[in-house]
Nanobody
Framework: QVQVVESGGGLVQPGGSMRLSCTASGSIAAVYTMGWYRQAPGKQREWVALITPSGTTPYTDSVKGRFTISRDNAKNTVWLQMNDLNPADTAVYYC???????????????WGQGTQVTVSS
């Protein structure tokens, strides 16, 4: 069984910073692209940032220059460093990992439970 667990999140003032982390664990054969998505109230889930095993890092336009995604392949862990946060960043943030579980021959998407990030004064 595979689990994806996020940590971090909470309340931060506008202009502040926050770091989210996410670790995949369990019966894992391979981990491919990992990433972060978010869903604000009343809106659809949107992708924020992705990172491939080789380190390619696309970002959605609204977070470029403010957010940084990184990963440790040996620990199956991905981080999202968020700087200069503003109220529009308020959302539930979800970690996603594309993983091939042991004993299977195809990859599937695994999601974390989500963590709330609230930017407010």
């Amino acid at each position: 069984q595979v689990q994806v667990v996020e940590s971090g999140g909470g309340l931060v003032q506008p202009g502040g910073s926050m770091r989210l982390s996410c670790t995949a664990s369990g019966s894992i054969a391979a981990v491919y692209t990992m990433g972060w998505y978010r869903q604000a109230p009343g809106k659809q889930r949107e992708w924020v940032a992705l990172i491939t095993p080789s380190g390619t890092t696309p970002y959605t336009d609204s977070v470029k220059g403010r957010f940084t995604i990184s990963r440790d392949n040996a620990k199956n862990t991905v981080w999202l460093q968020m700087n200069d946060l503003n109220p529009a960043d308020t959302a539930v943030y979800y970690c996603n990992a594309r993983i091939t579980a042991e004993g299977l021959d195809r990859a599937s998407d695994y999601w974390g439970q989500g963590t709330q990030v609230t930017v407010s004064s």
